[in-house]
């Protein structure tokens, strides 16, 4: 599974770990792990809307940070459910950057059965690294 969560890290929060072979693999990973956290059945969410994004960050870890947060305002202020559909990661200069297409829809709780909450990506045990199989993060968000 590209993720797994981690009940022993937080207690008030949500923790978990998302893993891919490639960078884009665990961003991807990562993001569905944080709306699974907010609806129970990803399968509900249809690709309905499209959003584009384009973000920069000089680190590799700061840069997911920013693109979780960015998948919870967009949820907060649009009420969309969103998902990457195609995502690429390339140094420039450097920094990070990622252009990605995220498609979904706007929230609807008789569709959507709702989980939790997400207020934001904490920076508490936040971490990015290469592992032998690829790549992993291990994310604790604020619910």
Known sequence: ????????IAIADVAFRATGNTIEEMFVA???ATTNV???DLSTVNERDEVS???SEDSLDMLLFDFLNELIFLKDTRQLL?????MRINPKGSRYRLVAMLSGERLDPA?????????AVTLHRFEVKATA???EATVVLDI
Request: charged share 30%.
């Open 38 to 40: 907010m609806v129970d």
């Open 133 to 135: 199989e690829g790549w």
């Open 30 to 32: 990562a993001a569905r």
């Open 53 to 55: 994004l384009d973000l």
């Open 1 to 8: 599974m590209p993720y797994e969560y981690l009940p022993d």
């Open 82 to 86: 969103l998902l990457p559909k195609e």
């Open 111 to 119: 569709k959507h059965p709702l989980n939790a909450d997400v207020k």
